[in-house]
């Protein structure tokens, strides 16, 4: 069976294990019902999310043209704390950084390598969490728009990391930890401006993952450097899924790759 379509970021439903889809302008494959399954994938063109054109993809799954020009890759999607709508000050598109900063967003942590703080809108809880690959997460504080939850990262990230070890997440070397007591011990970090939204009665949420057996040791597969790979396909976890012989391919990375993929 072929499927063509450009990649985009796997869309998720949040069960016991997580679904996860891959979306294609006429059809979509259920990726669970892959597992134990062989799939060749191909590069064929690029497809920039914003022009449509085959121009070599520079980040985001845009073109380079299109990446410093697009309103939802601003400077203030990977640092919250640069956020100014609430100032009524433009980046590049004030009626969408209105609507996507002046909303609820969570400050959270979540532990996929170790435990990490991290900023997302409320919209996207738990989406966020199962797109780090976090086996369980927690809501730490509710805050009215992303600027203020940015400025409790910066303060929070001084005392516990914010980024992800992505190949110990993919061989699950990870431990449970007690994310409430990690959460109350941090409280006194948090800045005096934002304290108010503090959660005190909220709880851990774990999240299972469709993989089958995790790799001991993992390598990254880059359609750049291999168009075309085969495997068996043992798990998903992220955006990654996770092949027999170790490799692992993270799709929101090809966001913008055209492929033709084949179930074998």
């Known amino acids: 069976m072929l499927y063509h379509g450009v990649l985009k970021k796997m869309r998720t439903e949040f069960a016991s294990p997580i679904n996860y889809f891959l979306l294609f302008e006429n059809d979509f494959i259920h990726l669970n019902q892959l597992l134990e399954k062989t799939i060749r994938v191909e590069f064929t063109a690029y497809e920039c ?25 601003g400077d203030w999607i990977m640092k919250p704390e640069l956020s100014q709508a609430h100032l009524d000050i433009e980046d590049r598109d004030l ?23 991290g900023v997302t809108r409320k919209a996207q809880v738990p989406t966020r969490w199962i797109d780090q690959g976090a086996h369980e997460a927690i809501e730490m504080l509710e805050l009215p728009n992303r600027y203020l939850a940015g400025i409790t990262e910066v303060a929070l990230k001084a005392h516990i990391a914010d980024k992800t070890n992505w190949r110990k997440m993919l061989t699950n070397s990870v431990v449970d930890e007690k994310l409430e007591d990690v959460k109350l011990n941090l409280k006194k970090f948090i800045p005096e401006e934002t304290l108010p939204y503090f959660l005190e009665n909220s709880t851990e949420l774990n999240i299972e993952f469709p993989v089958n057996k995790y790799p001991e040791k993992v390598a990254s597969i880059n359609l750049e450097k291999t168009p075309n790979f085969e495997g068996k396909l043992k798990g998903i976890k992220g955006q990654y899924l996770i092949f027999e012989d170790g490799s692992v391919f993270n799709v929101r990375n090809h966001e913008g790759y055209k492929v033709t993929i084949a179930i074998l």
């Open 95 to 117: 009626d969408f950084e209105k609507k996507m900063q002046l909303q609820p967003h969570i400050v959270y942590l979540a532990n996929s390598s170790n435990i990490k703080v």
């Open 49 to 73: 999310l914003a022009c449509g054109k085959n121009k070599k993809i520079f980040r985001q799954g845009y073109c380079y043209d299109d990446f410093y020009k697009q309103p939802n890759v």
